[in-house]
Nanobody
């Protein structure tokens, strides 16, 4: 069993930066792929970024590529999402996830955090 808890969200002006963290408890997620998704009310959950179990391979949605970066720290059982050059359209609840896969599909992941709110003002 894996429990994931996100933190680091908040209110930031357009062009600013935030760093989200996802901490695991229970089973280590070192053997899992890790992903970040975001969702706003009335919209489907959107893929943001993912990393392989080793952290050596990453993938990003076109909307965030070049602005966001995902990284892993197995020793600390934590995954991060560094968000730079934030835009108002990045406003959403951000969720981290762990699974056997690390692709862009919602169904690639088995465990989910509770989400953290990111609000970008214009």
């Amino acid at each position: 069993q894996v429990q994931l808890v996100e933190s680091g969200g908040g209110l930031v002006q357009a062009g600013g930066s935030l760093r989200l963290s996802c901490a695991a408890s229970g089973r280590s997620f070192g053997s899992y792929g890790m992903g970040w998704f975001r969702q706003t009310p009335g919209k489907e959950r959107e893929f943001v970024a993912a990393a392989s179990p080793s952290g050596l391979s990453t993938r990003y949605s076109d909307s965030v590529k070049g602005r966001f970066s995902i990284s892993r720290d197995k020793a600390k059982t934590t995954v991060y999402l560094q968000m730079n050059s934030l835009k108002p359209e990045d406003t959403s609840v951000y969720y981290c996830a762990a699974g056997a896969g690390w692709g862009p599909k919602y169904t690639d992941y088995d465990y989910w955090g509770q989400g953290t709110q990111v609000t970008v003002s214009s």
